[in-house]
C-alpha cells in the first residue's frame, strides 16, 4: 500500500486534514469489483460515499469526526469553487475538526502525528531561514565596515 501522503515515512499515515491538496489525490475504489459484477461501493445502511473517493477521505469519515470532516470537506469545496482563501474561510471548521480529532486520539493518533511533526519540521525551516538571513545581514555588514575603513 502506498502512502497517501509522500512526505511522511510511515505508509499508515495519513495526510495533514488542514492541506486540501491531499483531498484531491490519491482516489481509490474502497470496495473493488465484486465478483457479482456489482463494483458500487457499500458502506452500510442509509450511507453513501461517493464513487472513487479517496482513501484517506474513507479513513476520515470512519471515525468519530465524519460530521466535522464533512463540514470541512463541503467548506473547502465551497471555497476552490469561489476562488476564496480556504485557510481564511474555513479556519472555524477547521478548528472544529482539529478539536475533535484530539477528542478521539485513538482513532486519529497517526493524522495527530503526522500534523506534529510537519509542524516541527516547518518549524525548523523558519529556523533555518531565520539563521541564513541573520549571516546573510552579518555578512553585509562585514562587507561594508570593511568599505569604510
Known sequence: MSSPNPESSDPQTPPNPSDPSTREHNQVDAEPDRPDGDSSNSVGEGEEEEEGECGFCLFMKAGGCKDSFVAWENCVDEA?????????KCMEVTAALKKCMEDHPDYYEPILRAEKAA??????ELEKEKAAKEDSEQNLESKEDLKNN
Not at 476552490?80 to 481564511?88: N, P
Not at 509542524?119 to 525548523?124: D, P, T, V
Open 119 to 124: 509542524h516541527e519540521e516547518a518549524l525548523r
Open 80 to 88: 476552490e469553487k469561489k476562488g476564496e482563501d480556504i485557510a481564511a
